[in-house]
């Protein structure tokens, strides 16, 4: 009988600190939180109501106050630490679930709804973050709300303006490291597992390279060529032979022609799950067996209708594939690294370049915050 020598190690992945090697901080690294993350619809968020979401295991109480307007807190009560998110919306404020304490879109405590046994109003405040809406979609900045107006969400000008190209958003959450999900979406050698519906095939790497904080890279290849799918590709008008692709981080975005468009933005969960959002908009499908293009006014119907039937799919053999590869990896993280395209090594390299950024500006203000909060610290 053998023996599997990685059940001879750690019975789980190393965190970052003891990562041995590259796979090992990729799959470990978080995402840098001094960026805009794509968190929920803005349609799924009603006044009045009050949702969490998770930013790599920060727990953020998301909620619509009675005057439309989004407001982001740290989902916790100051006084016994329960989910914010647990409790209700009042006017502009969020209600604690349990004693009623009540915050303000700044954070603070600003009313107690039970005796305060004579002692005086205690001065609270929770974390805020700032919150946008763009796209249909709900912006958080999980980090240093002083750069939340120097980062900038994307500019996609095709979804925006007076003729905007039609697009439904598509959103998924897998058990897969972000990673991951960035090693998939750019990565054409996997066009064997979707040879059932083909969205390209015979992918040749023309162009792969680094360039700060973004990774190049393109495909010669044929798009679409699917039995349904291919169907709509106006070919006459779009050329279907190459892609270009970008991981622009800490998002994802590919380009056919400046016809066929994408773009990815990832919500890291934790180590182990991640939301993502797909927008995939078009400037000229046709109608099947005719040479007339789809109106951009039909385009959305036509979307909403292709979504379901051959996008979700699709992508659900991605959901397959990374989330064995989250399996896999917890079990044999220890195997030797047999990787053969090279944007995924610089996919990976930038990944943790990003991490290790941040983790320094952490630790580099670490000492100022301890002396703050010895000099502040009354016994």
């Known amino acids: 009988m053998s023996i599997n020598p990685d059940k001879l190690s750690a019975s789980s992945p190393p965190t970052f600190s003891e990562a041995k090697n590259r796979r090992q901080k990729?799959?470990?690294s978080g995402m840098n939180p001094d960026y805009w993350y794509a968190v929920e619809y803005d349609h799924a968020i009603k006044p009045g109501q009050v949702v969490e979401v998770k930013f790599w295991k920060t727990s953020i109480a998301l909620y619509r106050g009675q005057d439309g307007k989004l407001r982001a807190l740290e989902n916790r009560c100051a006084h016994r630490q329960l989910k914010l998110s647990l409790g209700e919306v009042d006017g502009c404020n969020l209600v604690c679930y349990y004693h009623g304490w009540q915050y303000n879109e700044e954070g603070r405590l600003v009313d107690i709804p039970h005796d305060l046994f004579d002692n005086r109003m205690p001065s609270c405040k929770v974390s805020t973050y700032p919150v946008k809406v763009r796209y249909g979609l709900i912006w958080i900045f999980p980090g240093d709300p002083a750069l939340a107006e120097i980062k900038q969400i994307p500019d996609i000008p095709e979804l925006e303006g007076k003729n905007p190209w039609?697009?439904?958003?598509?959103?998924?959450?897998?058990?897969?490291?972000?990673?991951m999900i960035i090693d998939n979406v750019s990565d054409f050698t996997h066009a064997y597992l979707h040879r059932k519906y083909r969205p390209f095939v015979d992918a040749k790497l023309t162009k792969c390279e680094a360039v700060g904080d973004r990774v190049f890279v393109?495909?010669?290849?044929?798009?679409?060529?699917?039995k349904i799918s291919g169907l709509f590709v106006d070919r006459e008008r779009v050329n279907t032979n190459s892609m270009d692709l970008c991981y622009e981080y800490p998002y994802q975005w590919s380009?056919?022609?400046?016809k066929i468009k994408h773009w990815c933005f990832i919500l890291p969960i934790d180590e182990q799950n991640s939301r993502t959002f797909f927008l995939f908009y078009f400037?000229?499908?046709?109608i099947p067996f005719t040479k007339v293009r789809i109106p951009q006014w039909l385009m959305t119907f036509v979307l909403k209708i292709a979504n379901p039937l051959l996008i979700k799919p699709l992508l659900y053999q991605d959901k397959i594939a990374v989330e064995a590869e989250q399996e896999g990896y917890e079990t044999h993280f220890n195997a030797p690294i047999v990787e053969l395209n090279p944007a995924v090594h610089?996919?990976?390299?930038?990944?943790?370049?990003k991490w290790e950024e941040y983790l320094t500006k952490t630790q580099e203000k670490q000492p100022l915050i301890n002396s703050v909060v010895s000099s502040s610290t009354s016994y």
């Open 26 to 28: 990729v799959r470990s």
């Open 166 to 179: 039609a697009c439904v958003p598509l959103d998924f959450t897998w058990r897969a490291h972000h990673s």
């Open 218 to 226: 393109s495909y010669d290849t044929q798009v679409g060529t699917g």
């Open 255 to 258: 380009n056919t022609d400046n």
């Open 283 to 286: 400037d000229a499908l046709k």
């Open 346 to 353: 610089l996919f990976q390299q930038l990944t943790i370049r």
